[in-house]
C-alpha cells in the first residue's frame, strides 16, 4: 500500500510541475501552447474556407466544446489519469511479477534500435490500429457506448469537438494501448510529441468546418468530409454500430469495409437516436453514463 501512496503523491506532485513548466516555459514539445496553435491555426482555415457557410463563428456549444479541449488535455490529466495510468502499470506490472513474468520479455523490437523514421513510422502504424480498434469497441459494447455518446452528441462540428469526449475514454485506450506499446517498446518523448501533434492536427481537421478530403489520400488519411460520416445520426441498418472509425489514418476502414461515404455529408444531421434526451451541461454529461449504468 505504501507503494502506491508513493504513487499517488508522485504522480500528482510531478504532472503539477509539468503543468506549470508546461504554461512557463515555451518549448517545441510544448503540448499547452501546441494545442492553441494547432486551434488557431485550424480555426482560421473554418473561417476561410467555410463549408458550411450559414454555420456561425461561434457554433453552438463552441464554448462548452472549448472548455473540454482544456479540460480533456490537461486538467484531466491532473486530477485523475496520471495517478491511474501510473498505478495500473504497477498494479500490471506486478500481478506478472508474481508469476515471472515482465513485459520486456515480450518485447518484439526496440524502436531506438531502427533508423529514427522507421521507429516513429511503426510506433504510429501500432498506436493508430491499435486505438481504432478500441474506437470500434466504444461503438459495439453497450457500456462504452454510453460514455462514446458524450463525443457523438455534437450537433454542430467545429475543430473543438475533436476533444468533447467523457473522461472515461482515455483510460480505456491507454489500458489498451499498453501492451502493445510496452511490446515494441524504446520510443522517446521525441517520438511521442511529434505522433501526438500529427493526430491532434488530423483530428482538428476531421471536426472542422471543412470540405476537404485530400484527393487521392482519402483512403490514407481521415479527413472532414469522411469524418462527418462518422457523426451522423441517420446510417443505413447494415451499419448500426458506424462506420469510419478511424482517428489519424483511414486506411484501417477502406481495409476492413468499414467505409462509408456516399454522398457529400455537407448538410446531414449529427448525433445519434435519442439525443434530445441527452443532457446539455458539463457535469450532468459527465455523470450521465453512471446514471444509465444504475438502470
Do not use: C
Amino acid at each position: 500500500m505504501e507503494k502506491y501512496l508513493d504513487i499517488f503523491k508522485n504522480s500528482y506532485q510531478g504532472y503539477f510541475n509539468y503543468l506549470l513548466d508546461e504554461i512557463t516555459r515555451f518549448h517545441w514539445e510544448n503540448y499547452f501552447y501546441g494545442l492553441i496553435i494547432v486551434s488557431l491555426i485550424v480555426w482560421g482555415l473554418e473561417l476561410a474556407f467555410p463549408w458550411r457557410r450559414n454555420q456561425k463563428i461561434f457554433r453552438k456549444d463552441f464554448w462548452l466544446d472549448t472548455f473540454y479541449m482544456f479540460f480533456n488535455f490537461f486538467l484531466l490529466n491532473l486530477i485523475v489519469l496520471i495517478f491511474l495510468s501510473n498505478a495500473s502499470e504497477q498494479i500490471f506490472n506486478d500481478l506478472l511479477g508474481t508469476v515471472h513474468i515482465y513485459l520486456k520479455d515480450f518485447q518484439l523490437v526496440n524502436l531506438n534500435s531502427l533508423p529514427f523514421g522507421l521507429g516513429l513510422l511503426i510506433f504510429f502504424l501500432v498506436s493508430d490500429f491499435v486505438q481504432w480498434n478500441t474506437h470500434r469497441l466504444l461503438h459495439r459494447v453497450p457500456f462504452l457506448w454510453n460514455f462514446h455518446k458524450l463525443h457523438h452528441s455534437v450537433k454542430e462540428m467545429g475543430f473543438a469537438a475533436h476533444l468533447r469526449y467523457h473522461w472515461m475514454e482515455p483510460v480505456v485506450y491507454k489500458s489498451i494501448l499498453y501492451i502493445p506499446l510496452a511490446i515494441i517498446g524504446g520510443f522517446e518523448v521525441e517520438q511521442v510529441a511529434i505522433v501526438h501533434f500529427f493526430a491532434l492536427t488530423v483530428g482538428h481537421l476531421n471536426h472542422a468546418n471543412l470540405g476537404w478530403d485530400y484527393g487521392f489520400l482519402k483512403y490514407i488519411f481521415n479527413n472532414p468530409k469522411m469524418h462527418i460520416w462518422h457523426h451522423a445520426k441517420d446510417l443505413p441498418a447494415h451499419t448500426k454500430y458506424g462506420v469510419n472509425y478511424g482517428l489519424t489514418l483511414s486506411i484501417w476502414d477502406y481495409l476492413f469495409g468499414t467505409n462509408h461515404v456516399p454522398y457529400s455529408g455537407r448538410d446531414i444531421e449529427l448525433g445519434f437516436d435519442g439525443d434530445e434526451q441527452f443532457p446539455k451541461g458539463f457535469f450532468n454529461q459527465e455523470v450521465y453514463p453512471l446514471s444509465k449504468t444504475k438502470k
